[in-house]
């Protein structure tokens, strides 16, 4: 089994930062890679940013130029650092990993508890 921990949300006010971390443990033979996604109520969950084992990333346009992912291959890790937050990007905040758990194995899905980021003055 692989596990996924997130960390680092709060209550911040508009134009301030946030980093979210998102480590994963367990069984993990290799990571192909990580995603930010975000729920805000009443709303369908959305993929927010991507990184492809330490590679390309990906982001919704809503955030470009604003938010930056990152990845730690040797913690198994996720960053997420959000710039000039709006009350707009106030959800709840899941991270995902496609994860190999053997040789010869297809990546599996692993979901984390999700965080809360809520952006208000």
């Given at each position: 089994?692989?596990?996924?921990?997130?960390?680092?949300?709060?209550?911040?006010?508009?134009?301030?930062?946030?980093?979210?971390?998102?480590e994963?443990?367990?069984?993990?033979?290799?990571?192909?890679?990580?995603?930010?996604?975000?729920?805000?109520?009443?709303?369908?969950?959305?993929?927010?940013?991507?990184?492809?084992?330490?590679?390309?990333?990906?982001y919704?346009?809503?955030?470009?130029?604003?938010?930056?992912?990152?990845?730690?291959?040797a913690k198994?890790?996720?960053?997420?650092?959000?710039n000039s937050?709006?009350?707009?990007?106030?959800?709840?905040?899941?991270?995902?990993?496609?994860?190999?758990?053997?040789?010869?194995?297809?990546p599996?899905?692993?979901?984390?508890q999700?965080t809360?980021?809520?952006?208000?003055s």
């Amino acid at each position: 089994q692989v596990h996924l921990v997130e960390s680092g949300g709060g209550l911040v006010q508009p134009g301030g930062s946030l980093r979210l971390s998102c480590e994963a443990s367990g069984n993990i033979f290799s990571i192909y890679s990580m995603n930010w996604y975000r729920q805000a109520p009443g709303k369908q969950r959305e993929l927010v940013a991507g990184i492809v084992n330490d590679g390309p990333t990906n982001y919704v346009d809503s955030v470009k130029g604003r938010f930056t992912i990152s990845y730690d291959n040797a913690k198994n890790t996720v960053y997420l650092q959000m710039n000039s937050l709006k009350p707009e990007d106030t959800a709840v905040y899941f991270c995902d990993a496609d994860v190999k758990t053997g040789w010869g194995r297809d990546p599996e899905q692993f979901w984390g508890q999700g965080t809360q980021v809520t952006v208000s003055s």
